[in-house]
């Protein structure tokens, strides 16, 4: 296993053992408080233990061997879970807890034991700080010294980008619910709680459109990170086999990585000697980076000369 994917295996354990806890204890302090905005969260907590299953199925389906339908593996259906995860989030998470909410607004019931709903709320805030905690200690070792949001946006490791953003949604959601239950016990107005489990609900639609974007972006083809590419293209400019690179295309596969690069050689004595500079640039770059299991390169000229 590699580390970047040991590193998310970690961080999706850490989210699941936090979530299981929490839904099982939110659950209880809904039915027996009828707080709306705790029910609420509690659906929020099943539906991101099951979002944590479906990563952890996308990352074994992914070590799949590749066969003769899928040449180059399966490494990209991470990506496939990691939109069923987001899907499942806006709507048995979000969605649900709008309606439900909706619903409450039209039928206020009064908050019973508001007490037992405050204690559940203050040790899910713990449990999924833990949570948030051994998430960001996976992304501070791969992240490079990015800010939070850059990484964010830059990196293709989806699952570890969806258990920070269901971990920072949780903490806000619970929050918002908290608020929501103070309100409705200060006001004696059980409308404050119904508006929580809205508010709860539109926060996690939106957590679950920014990951769908993410997630499209890695769905339909993106490069490897820009460091990572940079990086690589300047390793193959520094080759002595190598005159000038004329394009270098970087696809990321799921952890894998794919190459091709198109170069001008440096004059060589035989069509050997050519096929051995090739395959000396191409071991390089696999022993640079052990993740580029495809590595493909064709010798070409510059565009307008000889």
């Known amino acids: 296993m590699s580390s970047n994917s040991e590193g998310s295996t970690k961080a999706i354990f850490y989210a699941l053992g936090a979530n299981g806890g929490i839904a099982v204890a939110k659950f209880g302090a809904a039915l027996f408080t009828g707080s709306n905005a705790m029910m609420a969260e509690a659906i929020h907590s099943l539906a991101d233990c099951t979002n944590q299953i479906f990563l952890l199925r996308g990352m074994q389906e992914a070590k799949k061997p590749p066969d003769e339908l899928h040449p180059m593996g399966y490494g990209r259906v991470v990506y496939f879970w990691a939109m069923m995860v987001a899907i499942l989030l806006f709507f048995v998470g979000g969605a649900f807890s709008v309606m439900e909410g ?138 002595p086999e190598v005159e000038h690179v004329i394009n270098l295309i970087t696809l990321q596969w799921g952890e894998q990585l794919m190459i091709a690069v198109q170069a001008k050689m440096q004059p060589q004595p035989s069509d050997a000697a050519l096929i051995d500079a090739i395959n000396a640039v191409e071991h390089s770059l696999q022993t640079q980076w052990p993740q580029a299991k495809w590595c493909f390169f064709e010798p070409d000229v510059v565009a307008g000369q000889d």
């Not at 409308?191 to 769908?212: E, H, K, N, R, Y």
């Open 102 to 239: 909706y619903s409450h607004l039209q039928h206020p019931a009064p908050l019973k034991n508001a007490t037992v709903a405050l204690l559940v709320l203050g040790v899910s805030v713990a449990l999924e700080a833990f949570s948030l905690r051994g998430a960001m200690t996976e992304i501070r070792k791969v992240s490079g010294g990015k800010p939070f949001m850059q990484w964010f946006r830059e990196t293709r490791q989806s699952e570890l980008m969806v258990v920070a953003g269901e971990d920072i949604a949780a903490l806000a959601g619970l929050a918002i619910a908290f608020g929501a239950v103070v309100l409705t016990v200060v006001t004696g107005n059980p409308l404050w709680d119904a508006c929580g489990s809205i508010a709860v609900g539109v926060l996690l639609m939106l957590v679950a459109f920014i990951i769908t974007r993410e997630v499209k972006a890695m769905i339909t083809g993106e490069s490897a990170a820009p460091e990572t590419h940079a990086a690589i293209k300047a390793h193959i400019a520094a080759r």
